[in-house]
């Protein structure tokens, strides 16, 4: 059975906010998340990702106050991350409300995190985040920390197959290369990660029209196509995408 293709939008919490920038500066509110994402769920979006921006200690009662309120409106998977450190920040998440949960940097820190969250809370509410960014030098796609900000000495495409290794039971992958430049997706990438893993990949970079992401699924054997601006600000309404979508052949849910 083929899976249906999904449609993510990405919303980002700052101080219990949706905030919208460039290069994670210049952040500007544009919105609550609960109407957010009941807006969201209205259109047709397949399942939610929030990323707790700040993610400090101090706020992340915010996000779980998010995530409880949320989780109480709507009833589309909701995925969610942003400096979880420990299996008591995936459990706390989890009964919040989350669905799933997705770990970056310290995963990369410290895999066994990974390891462990798959086998309290199953695989399926695990989801390894990478950011990766073409190396032309080593001729790799390498991965990054902190927010996009440290590189580290991982190849994107072995990392991701570790990653499955440990248990994740999904990859939210985000090319640094084509965020915020809405001139497509990493096809490339997404490729090289599709023939290396074979759990569900959630492509994030890069969308700026309808095309992007009609070449995203007709290319490669991605599942799931993540934006965040475009839906936001009503360049791209979901509807729309999906009519296209499913016109040109895509397993799509309308």
Sequence with gaps: MTLAKRIVPALDIKNGKVVKGVNFINLREVGDPVESAKAYQASGADEIVFLDITATL????????????VSKEVFI???VGGGIRTTE?????????????FVNSEAVKNP?????GAKIFG??????????KWDNTAGIYRVYVA???????????????ELVSR?????LVTSMDADGTKKGYDIQLYSQLAEAVDVPIVASGGAGAIKDFTELFEQTNIDAALAASVFHFGEIKIPDLKKVLKSE???IRI
């Design 58 to 69: 101090e706020e992340r009662d915010t996000i779980m106050s998010v995530v409880d309120a």
């Design 77 to 79: 998977p909701l995925t």
């Design 89 to 101: 920040d995936m459990s706390r998440l989890i009964k919040a409300g989350a669905d799933k949960v």
């Design 112 to 116: 066994d995190l990974i390891t462990s």
């Design 123 to 132: 695989s399926q509410a695990i989801v390894g985040a990478i950011d990766a």
């Design 147 to 161: 927010g996009g900000s440290k590189p580290t000495a991982l190849d994107a495409v072995e990392w991701a197959s």
């Design 167 to 171: 248990g994740v039971g999904e990859l």
């Design 249 to 251: 052949g895509a397993e």
